[in-house]
């Protein structure tokens, strides 16, 4: 069986004693394309150059909303020279954040703005960040014109977010999180959401799948969030393995399959 995993970090520092071990066990594992996401402009510079060192490897780059402290809008320009870099096929994560601090709220929306005009202009794929914010980043939303494609990475929301996603023709996308015991409204989402509209990932280092929660996350986990989606959509593995890898390579490399 193939997969995609759709979104990790692997340009952070947990990564940096073993990188090329984790790589090489993602791909044993069946793990057929990853795409590695940039959250500041150091990040982004990082990621391109592990792009360049596979050729599975992908690269997405942007500000992530918890990060606008650290840059200036200036710096968006930035953005714009390394979006043209190869093997860059997304702009995110953006989005906003307003989990810890308020504070930012203003620049958070400001950033997230600049850089969905960014995807429009070079017709790249928006990987949106939500987190307490449901409300906002709807606002933004319905006052913008959005790019072609856009997913919700790391899928957290209610129903009502999945509903409104849905009539906005998005995708979501689901972490080790559809695995946590405690996630039930993650789960109704999950049996809710059209399999045509559903892409997995790892977020790695972060949200570790079951059997693996409170380790660090891993490329070759994503194959534990597919089996938790077969499961909840009462499917075939096989079937949904295969119709979740053709998803996201429709959506980030190819519009033709």
Do not use: W
Not at 76 to 86: A, D, F
Not at 198 to 205: L, N, R, S
Not at 223 to 240: C, F, P, S, T, W
Request: contains cysteine.
């Amino acid at each position: 069986m193939k997969y995609f995993d759709t979104h990790c970090h692997l340009d952070f520092d947990q990564f940096d004693n073993d990188r090329e071990e984790v790589v090489k066990r993602a791909k044993e594992q069946g793990v057929e394309y990853i795409l590695n996401v940039g959250t500041n402009i150091e990040s982004n510079k990082k990621v391109i150059e592990i792009a360049k060192n596979y050729d599975f490897i992908y690269s997405s780059i942007g500000i992530h909303p918890l990060d606008v402290d650290k840059v200036k809008i200036e710096d968006l320009k930035e953005i714009e020279k390394l979006v043209k870099s190869e093997k860059v096929i997304a702009i995110g994560e953006v989005g906003l954040d307003f989990y810890y601090s308020k504070d930012k709220m203003e620049k958070q929306k400001e950033f997230f703005i600049g850089q969905i005009e960014i995807a429009g202009k070079y017709n790249l794929p928006l990987i949106i960040h939500q987190r307490e914010s449901k409300n906002q980043l709807i606002e933004i939303i319905e006052n913008i014109k959005m790019p072609e494609k856009v997913v919700f990475h790391c899928f957290g929301g209610d129903l009502d977010l999945a509903r409104y996603c849905l009539g906005k023709n998005f995708y979501i996308s689901f972490t080790g999180i559809l695995t946590f015991k405690n996630a039930k409204n993650v789960r109704e989402v999950a049996k809710f959401y059209p399999i045509e509209k559903i892409m997995v990932e790892t977020d790695a280092p972060f949200l570790a799948p079951e059997p693996f929660r409170g380790k660090r996350s891993e490329p070759f986990m994503v194959k534990y969030i597919v089996d938790q989606l077969a499961k909840l959509k009462e499917k075939d593995i096989n079937e949904i393995t295969d119709l979740i890898f053709k998803n996201s390579i429709k959506f980030f490399l190819k519009n033709d399959l």
